[in-house]
T-cell receptor, first 113, second 118 residues
Framework: AQSVTQPDIHITVSEGASLELRCNYS??????LFWYVQSPGQGLQLLLK??????LVQGIKGFEAEFKRSQSSFNLRKPSVHWSDAAEYFC???????????FGAGTILRVKS | GAVVSQHPSRVICKSGTSVKIECRSL??????MFWYRQFPKKSLMLMAT?????????EQGVEKDKFLINHASLTLSTLTVTSAHPEDSSFYIC??????????????FGPGTRLTVL
């Protein structure tokens, strides 16, 4: 069965520090991978996605993620976190063909000044 | 571009009543819309996929008679929670996929509706 694991429920980082949010997936074939961000009271915004090709993908707001097939991981990174990055982050996986996305439980990011 | 709205943003209702939630794609046409439910400290769970002009496809375990979905136009889908009970209290989020989208599964999400059933 398809599943996504985000091991960290909460993460707190200092403003200006680097960030890595972990995502591991279980999937029977090459998945399509996504990272979304959700601010309180708002919908999900797509940060980046991986379909194929270069395993390091760049997204919006200075985020990047690296697909590692051998580790079934798709970790999200940002070199320098800003206070406005505080939000909840969701990793999601979907099949190459079809509509269904499976989401991880989310990681709440807190940024301390 | 690619804005999805939901109305209402919050609703409180009495047990046994029905509640309708609207999901609109404001600046694009959406052949397919999705309804998710998000529990506190939990992930989003896909409830159903609705395609314009046809019946919705429900995920396993979702009661189609309780959660009525209508996708009557390319910009509007509605979710009606019938005979709501406290256990239906949740955050409901819709998303829309642009018609003719060449980008796989790029779903645009609405801001969500917080339903509280007393």
């Amino acid at each position: 069965a398809q599943s996504v694991t985000q091991p960290d429920i909460h993460i707190t980082v200092s403003e200006g520090a680097s960030l890595e949010l972990r995502c591991n997936y279980s999937y029977g074939a090459t998945p399509y991978l996504f990272w979304y961000v959700q601010s309180p009271g708002q919908g999900l915004q797509l940060l980046l996605k991986y379909f194929s090709g270069d395993t390091l993908v760049q997204g919006i707001k200075g985020f990047e993620a690296e697909f590692k097939r051998s580790q079934s991981s798709f970790n999200l990174r940002k070199p320098s976190v800003h206070w406005s990055d505080a939000a909840e982050y969701f990793c999601a996986v979907g099949p190459p063909y079809g509509n269904k996305l499976v989401f991880g439980a989310g990681t709440i990011l807190r940024v301390k000044s | 571009g690619a804005v999805v709205s939901q109305h209402p943003s919050r609703v409180i209702c009495k047990s046994g009543t029905s509640v309708k939630i609207e999901c609109r794609s404001l600046d694009f046409q959406a052949t397919t819309m999705f309804w998710y439910r998000q529990f506190p400290k939990k992930s989003l769970m896909l409830m159903a996929t609705s395609n314009e002009g046809s019946k919705a496809t429900y995920e396993q375990g979702v009661e189609k008679d309780k959660f009525l979905i209508n996708h009557a136009s390319l910009t509007l889908s509605t979710l009606t929670v019938t005979s709501a009970h406290p256990e239906d209290s949740s955050f409901y989020i819709c998303s829309a996929r642009a018609s003719g989208s060449s980008s796989y599964n790029e779903q645009f999400f609405g801001p969500g509706t917080r339903l509280t059933v007393l």
